[in-house]
């Protein structure tokens, strides 16, 4: 197996540091897509692959605007949000074939949410059996080959669509 991994790649399989910052704010801004694995910029929202923990096709749309109130989304942020979601479904159906998805947000930290000062919109695909569409996951440079093949064939359809 080829080891030709970059250091940058590794560092990606850890969990994002807080410190103070959102990380879903310091993604977008950063513009650095690739590296981020940021899929789509939408004119309000955004959609990035989910690294931590990773999960083959997870991907969430998240506002720019740091909120973690959901009743305070515009209109136009949470019509977005939904075309966004919308899409997402599609191109997941399109590159990975999943039996059925998992769609939603955990608001707060109580109901689970990973990043609560920001409010995120998971899209989970989901397989029968669901551990027979990557079957090895144990190593890190498996690992992080998937999630550069998996975001470019996700990010191909996206732009095809
Ligand atoms: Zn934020």
Redesign the pocket.
């Known amino acids: 197996m080829q080891q030709l991994y970059a250091s940058w790649r590794m560092s990606y399989i850890e969990a994002p540091k807080h410190e103070g910052g959102?990380i879903?704010?310091d993604f977008p801004a950063e513009h650095k897509d690739e590296q981020r694995f940021i899929v789509h910029r939408g004119k309000t929202c955004f959609v990035i692959m989910n690294l931590y923990p990773y999960n083959p096709g997870h991907l969430m749309i998240i506002p720019y605007r740091?909120t973690n109130i959901y009743e305070s989304l515009t209109d136009e942020e949470a019509l977005e949000m939904h075309a966004l979601t919308v899409k997402a479904v599609k191109v997941l159906k399109t590159v990975m074939t999943p039996a059925g998805f998992n769609i939603g947000m955990n608001l707060g930290e109580v109901a689970g949410a990973g990043v609560a000062?920001?409010l995120h919109r998971h899209i989970v695909p989901r397989w029968n059996g669901d551990n027979n569409f990557m079957p090895v996951l144990g190593d890190t440079r498996v690992l992080s080959d998937a999630i550069e093949n998996s975001y470019r064939k996700i990010k191909e359809q996206w732009e095809k669509d």
Do not use: A, D, S
């Open positions: 959102c879903f704010c740091h000062g920001h």
